[in-house]
């Protein structure tokens, strides 16, 4: 467990909005989960921030983000998408390497320098995991044709268009097992285990569900 000190306020609002993003409810003990606190801390963290207007706790227990929080939850993400974007595209990091890296560096980065960073990357563009800002809602991107690896089709073929990075032991998982943004793969059997068997140009691998549900895929074979 990490020490609550280190989960600053910022954390504890971007995890919400990308949760909210994502079309999920947020409850005290799913943040505790995500950033790996105590109970104990996310209700004095919580208490925090509803006193500084950044969240209101429903009578349901689902915590939900001010427009104040909100704002700051978005600048925060942005941050860090800008920065996986600087480690990637100039300093060349792999994907699989960077997320711990942005969490540290998003909270240190001055006005100044994220001027410069929007000057030098653009808007708008992706971030070595495929995503953008905010996560997108799994309706959207159902829309799109897009499927996560584990609804994936058998005896289709698909390409990886992003990851879900909260948790950077599975992008080094994923990675191990030789899948990443832009990987070509073909789906073998969905098993009854929930596992799913699929066929990389590397050789053959299993994946669990949690793996699975991380891996957003469109068909085809093309890059
Ligand atoms: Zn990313």
Known sequence: MK???AVSKENYLKAILEADAEGRQVF?????????????????ALKR????????VGADGI????EKGRETAYHTALRHHL???MLSEIFGMEWYEIHEEAERLEHAVSPAFEAKLRER?????ACPHGNAVL?????ERKCRGEVPLSEALPGQHYVVTSLQERDP?????LHRNGIGPSKQLCVLSQNYDQTVSIQLHGGDSILGRPAAEAVWLRPGTDK
């Open 121 to 125: 990357l653009g808007e708008g563009g």
């Open 28 to 44: 005290p003990a799913t943040l505790a989960h995500w950033l790996e606190v105590s109970a104990p801390a996310v209700t004095m």
């Open 135 to 139: 996560p997108e809602n799994p309706a």
């Open 169 to 173: 032991q599975l992008l080094l998982f």
């Open 63 to 66: 915590v939900r983000l001010t």
């Open 3 to 5: 020490d609550s000190i």
């Open 83 to 85: 920065i996986e974007r």
């Open 49 to 56: 921030l509803k006193r500084d207007g950044y969240v209101e």
